[in-house]
């Protein structure tokens, strides 16, 4: 008997992510799973996509945790709204490490049947990761930055 879909959807969060029991994902993904996430690296499907996306994350932030702050759950459907933390230890996206935390909210919207996640359509604060750590200079910085070069002229 399938476990029931919010089940499903803790225990990605907690032994896939947080414990990285990366084998459990092969339990709880379908081999024709779509990641729908328009800052995954590619449209690969299944278990083996679902992994490599975990240890891109993971290699960039090893204490990468996953903290679910609300689930919804509608027939076949999981909403999970969760945070993410952890310290830009690896390389992310061309940047280098630069030590720093970050607190990123998400939300997942999962599809699943017979205990297996079949689809996951995932909206997060990539830009307000990129900024945390660097990656994006903002206006502000740049008029700042700006200002102060003048200034010692």
Known sequence: MALPNKTVVRRLYQEVWNERKLEVADELISPSHALVDPNAADGETGPEAYKAQVMRLVSAFPDLKFKLQDMICEKDKVVAAWTISGTHKGEYKGIEPTDKKVLVEGITIHQI?????????????????????????????????????????
């Open 113 to 153: 049947a017979d205990g297996k996640i079949l689809d996951s359509l995932v909206s997060w604060d990539t830009l307000g990761l990129l900024k945390k750590i660097g990656g994006v200079i903002t206006v502000e910085k740049v008029a700042v930055a700006g200002a102060g070069k003048y200034r010692s002229k």
